[in-house]
C-alpha cells in the first residue's frame, strides 16, 4: 500500500510563472491538506479538501487555489509566484486524526 | 491569531542524555498533535493527545498535554543517535471533515542534535 505521493519531487520556476503540484492520498483517505514550509520553519496549513471542495484555508492569498478530483487525488495552483513562494509544498492526507505526510514537492522560485 | 510556540530552537546533547521540548499556545486546544521531521525529509506522525492532563508514552517517549490545554511537552529519555530531527508540535482548535484533522498549527520546532 502507497503512502502518500507527490509531484514532481523539485521545480524550478521564475517569478510570474504559475506551477502546478500534485499529490495522491494514502489508499482510504478522503481528506487532503496542503501545507507550506519554508526553510527552517514548521509547516503553515495552505488549506484543506474534502469531497471535492475547499473546506478550511488559512492565511494565503488567492494565488494560492486547489482542486480535489473524484479519486480523491489533489492539485495545488499557485499563480503569480514570487521569490518569496520558495518552499517545500507538503501534503497530507488524513484519516482518524492521523495525519500522513507525503515528501514533497521543493519549489525554487528565481 | 492563534499562534503556537516551541523552545528550545535547538538542543545538543551527549548521547545517553534526557531531551525535553516544550510547547505553548496562544488559545486553548481541541488536541495536540507531535511529529518528526529527519533532516531532508518530511513530518512523520508520532502522537495526539486530546484529554486535558493526558500523559502519554511510546517506548523512551513521554508526551504530556496540559490541563489547560494550551501546553505541552515531549520528553526523551536516553538519547539515542536515532533521535536526530525537528521535533514539531501542532495545535488543533476546531474539527477538521470526514475522518480529517483541521487546520492544524505548527511551532517552528526543536532541532535535536546527538553526539555519540
Known amino acids: 500500500d502507497a503512502g502518500v505521493t507527490q509531484s514532481p519531487t523539485h521545480l524550478i520556476k521564475t517569478r510570474g510563472q504559475q506551477v502546478t503540484l500534485r499529490c495522491s492520498p494514502k489508499s482510504g483517505h478522503d481528506t487532503v491538506s496542503w501545507y507550506q514550509q519554508a526553510l527552517g520553519q514548521g509547516p503553515q496549513f495552505i488549506f484543506q479538501?474534502?469531497?471535492?471542495?475547499?473546506?478550511q484555508r488559512g492565511n494565503f492569498p488567492d494565488r494560492f487555489s486547489g482542486h480535489q478530483f473524484p479519486n480523491y487525488s489533489s492539485e495545488l495552483n499557485v499563480n503569480a509566484l514570487l521569490l518569496g513562494d520558495s518552499a517545500l509544498y507538503l501534503c497530507a492526507s488524513s484519516f482518524r486524526n492521523e495525519q500522513f505526510f507525503g515528501p514533497g514537492t521543493r519549489l525554487t522560485v528565481l | 491569531g492563534q499562534q503556537v510556540m516551541q523552545i528550545p530552537q535547538y538542543q545538543h546533547v551527549q548521547e545517553g542524555e534526557d531531551f525535553t521540548t516544550y510547547c505553548n499556545s496562544s488559545t486553548t486546544l481541541s488536541n495536540i498533535q507531535w511529529y518528526k521531521q529527519r533532516p531532508g525529509g518530511h513530518p512523520v506522525f508520532l502522537i495526539q493527545?486530546?484529554?486535558?492532563?493526558e500523559v502519554k508514552k511510546q517506548k523512551r517517549l513521554t508526551f504530556q498535554f496540559g490541563e489547560a490545554k494550551k501546553n505541552s511537552s515531549l520528553h526523551i529519555t536516553a538519547t539515542q543517535t536515532t533521535d536526530v530531527g525537528t521535533y514539531f508540535c501542532a495545535g488543533a482548535n476546531q474539527g477538521g471533515y470526514g475522518g480529517s484533522q483541521g487546520n492544524l498549527i505548527f511551532g517552528k520546532g526543536t532541532k535535536l542534535s546527538v553526539k555519540p
Open positions: 493527545l486530546v484529554k486535558s492532563g
Open positions: 479538501y474534502y469531497e471535492e471542495e475547499e473546506r
